[in-house]
């Protein structure tokens, strides 16, 4: 009989999700992913509000706490709202489009981002999933630590890969270095900050999970103003 009173690694992890306006895509992540990791703590924010992707999240995550703000804030506030309940070392980060195909080894995970001290996060998204050219992919860095491959993609660009909304882990002290990220306008002035710091993305050579959405819900492609008369 196991002990109540023990802890787990799992006892140190946040899994903390965007959703919105997705629920079939939502239904498909969070199937592929809560099979492979037995999360204790679960947080979400719908940033839109809408009742038929809370409905989802509840059916998945009945023990998890749904974060809907009175009115929209917009993506990265929305995240600083839901980092702010995160009471644990660590943030399993995900977004309400993605399919995890990959068995998920936290505590290996955990022991490589402690001994990275270069590192904001180990993301999980493929690198089959990027669109890169044979002269990008020589630049990427392979390497072995902590008995995973891993890779950095530093060389491909001076501001990206600093950091990133795709799935991810990382530490909440990691978030709390940038004072929020309602300072910043888009991901990549994130990413450009930590760059600037000598800090980098870390990816597994293998990745865990693929992108499935393929339309911005906070990013809306904009009508082109001679169709707006056709719709």
């Known amino acids: 009989m196991s002990d109540p009173n023990k802890t787990t690694i799992y006892d140190n992890i946040t899994l903390c999700l965007t959703i919105g306006k997705r629920p079939i895509e939502l239904e498909k992540t969070l199937i592929s992913l809560l099979s492979r990791v037995p999360f204790t703590h679960i947080i979400a924010i719908n940033d839109f509000r809408d009742e038929e992707t809370n409905e989802i999240f509840r059916k998945y995550c ?9 009115k929209q804030v917009g993506h990265h506030l929305a995240i600083d709202h839901m980092y702010q309940e995160v009471k644990t070392e660590f943030i399993f980060h995900c977004e309400d489009d993605w399919l995890f195909t990959s068995n998920i080894d936290i505590q290996k995970l955990i022991e490589v981002l402690n001994t990275s001290s270069n590192a904001t996060m180990i993301c999980f998204r493929k690198l089959s999933d990027f669109s890169f050219t044979e002269r990008e992919l020589n630049k990427i860095n392979h ?30 002290n990691t978030w709390k270095q940038t004072n929020g990220f309602k300072n910043f306008k888009k991901e990549r002035h994130i990413s450009r900050w930590f760059r600037k710091q000598s800090k980098y993305v870390l ?29």
Do not use: A
């Not at 660009?157 to 990133?164: A, N």
């Not at 865990?208 to 906070?218: D, K, R, T």
């Open 62 to 70: 009945p023990n998890g706490k749904l974060i809907n703000l009175p």
């Open 203 to 231: 990816f597994l050579e293998n990745g865990l999970c693929q992108h499935i959405g393929f339309e911005s819900i906070s990013n809306p492609k904009k009508t082109p103003w001679f169709m707006r008369f056709f719709n």
């Open 143 to 172: 390497f072995q630590h902590c008995d995973l491959s891993l890779v950095h993609l530093k060389n491909l660009h001076k501001q990206w890969y600093g950091y990133t909304f795709n799935p991810h882990l990382t530490t909440i």
